[in-house]
C-alpha cells in the first residue's frame, strides 16, 4: 500500500526522446516509485509486442508522426535506478490507432503527469520469461 | 467530491482472469469507490461493445495474447458489493488495436494502479437501456 | 509540482457533447488545473490530427456509436478559462480502435474521473506551430 507524493504536470521540450527524458526527470527528481499518463504527439515512435515464446519483444516501428491517444506507465526500481513502464495508445493521419509497450519516440508535443507513490520500496527483480516483473504480494 | 484514500501498485499473477481476480482484491481490501489503470499482455480477452438498440453488449472475442495497451477503469457499489467497470485498448503483433468494454482476459502480465476514493457512495442503481448507471448528480 | 485537491467521479448526462460539459463544469467548480479521465461511449465523435507542416489540425469525423476506450486529458488556463485538453480511444462494433486529439462527440454514457492539481498556475500562453502549449520549466 502506498501514500501519495508529489505530483507534476509538465510539458517536455520538442525534440527530445520520451523515454530517456522521463528517466533523466525521474532521477533529477529522485521519484522512485509512481505512475505516469501522458498526451501529445511522437515521431516515429517504436512499440514492443512481448512474444511470449522467444521471450522477447518484437520491435514495431511506426514511421511519421502518430497522436499520443493515451500513454499510461509506472515507475518503480530497476536495478537500482528508476525505471519507467509505459504502454501508449498512437494515431495516426486518419484516426487509426496502434498500440504496445512503448520503446521510444521523439517528442513533438508531450504533456506529462506524474503521481509519486510513498511508502516502501517497490523493485523490478523476478525474472520470467525475460522480463523483468515485480514480486507478486502475497 | 471525495477525498484520496488508500493507493495500490501490485502485479496480478499470470493464469488469473483479470476482471474476477480485480474483484476479490477490491472485496479483500474493502474498496467501493475508487479508479484504476493496468497495462500489460492479457491472453484471449473479450471486449464488449454496446448496442443501444439492442440494450446488450456484442461481445468481440480476440484469440491470442494482446498487449493492454490502455486500461482505465472505476469501482462503485452494484448490487453492495465493488464492482470493476474497465475499458481496454489492446494491441496485436502488428501494433493493431482494438478496444471497447473489457469481459475478461487470461492475465500474462497486469500491473495494476488502484486509487480508493473516500467520502461518499456511489451506487449502480439507474437501469437504462439495460446498463446499470450511477445517478446523475444536480 | 502540485499537490492533490478535490476528486470527482460522475458521469455525464446523455445527450451532452463531452467537451463542452466538461468545460462548463470545470468552470462551475473553479478547478484551473488537473487531470481528468474517463470511460463510456460517445455518438458521432470528431477527433483532430496534428499536421504539423500546415499548424493545424485535421477533422475525422467517426460516424455512429464507439466505445469510449480510453480518454486522457488535463486542465489548465487558456485566456484565464479552464481549459481541457483530451485525447480518446474509440473502438468500433467491431473492436477496431481510432484515436487522437477529441474535439467533440455525444455522450451516450460517460463516466468520468477528475483530480484538482493545486499550487501554481499552469496556462497555455505559449503559441508554438498553431497550437497553445505550456511554457516548458526550467
Same mark, same amino acid.
Given at each position: 500500500?502506498?501514500?501519495?507524493?508529489?505530483?507534476?504536470?509538465?510539458?517536455?521540450? +520538442?525534440?527530445?526522446?520520451?523515454?530517456?527524458?522521463?528517466?533523466?526527470?525521474?532521477?533529477? +527528481?529522485?521519484? +522512485?516509485?509512481?505512475?505516469? #499518463?501522458?498526451?501529445?504527439? %511522437?515521431? #516515429?515512435? !517504436?512499440?514492443?509486442?512481448?512474444?511470449?515464446? /522467444?521471450?522477447?519483444? !518484437?520491435?514495431?516501428?511506426? !514511421?511519421?508522426?502518430? +497522436?499520443?491517444?493515451?500513454?499510461?506507465?509506472?515507475?518503480?526500481?530497476?536495478?537500482?535506478?528508476?525505471? %519507467?513502464? $509505459?504502454?501508449?495508445?498512437?494515431? /495516426?493521419?486518419?484516426?487509426? $490507432?496502434?498500440?504496445?509497450?512503448? %520503446?521510444?519516440?521523439?517528442? %513533438?508535443? $508531450?504533456?506529462?503527469?506524474?503521481?509519486?507513490?510513498?511508502?516502501?520500496?517497490?523493485?523490478? #527483480?523476478?525474472?520470467? !520469461?525475460?522480463?523483468?516483473?515485480?514480486?507478486?504480494?502475497?
Amino acid at each position: 500500500m502506498f501514500s501519495g507524493g508529489r505530483m507534476y504536470l509538465f510539458r517536455i521540450p +520538442e525534440g527530445e526522446e520520451f523515454v530517456s527524458y522521463m528517466h533523466e526527470f525521474l532521477k533529477k +527528481e529522485g521519484i +522512485e516509485t509512481g505512475i505516469v #499518463n501522458a498526451i501529445g504527439t %511522437l515521431k #516515429n515512435p !517504436k512499440v514492443g509486442y512481448f512474444l511470449e515464446e /522467444d521471450e522477447r519483444y !518484437k520491435i514495431i516501428e511506426l !514511421k511519421g508522426t502518430y +497522436e499520443i491517444a493515451s500513454l499510461l506507465g509506472n515507475v518503480s526500481l530497476k536495478d537500482w535506478k528508476p525505471f %519507467l513502464h $509505459a504502454h501508449v495508445v498512437l494515431g /495516426d493521419s486518419e484516426g487509426n $490507432a496502434f498500440g504496445g509497450h512503448l %520503446l521510444e519516440g521523439e517528442v %513533438l508535443v $508531450a504533456e506529462v503527469f506524474v503521481l509519486e507513490l510513498k511508502g516502501k520500496r517497490l523493485e523490478r #527483480n523476478v525474472i520470467e !520469461k525475460g522480463l523483468t516483473l515485480w514480486p507478486i504480494e502475497e
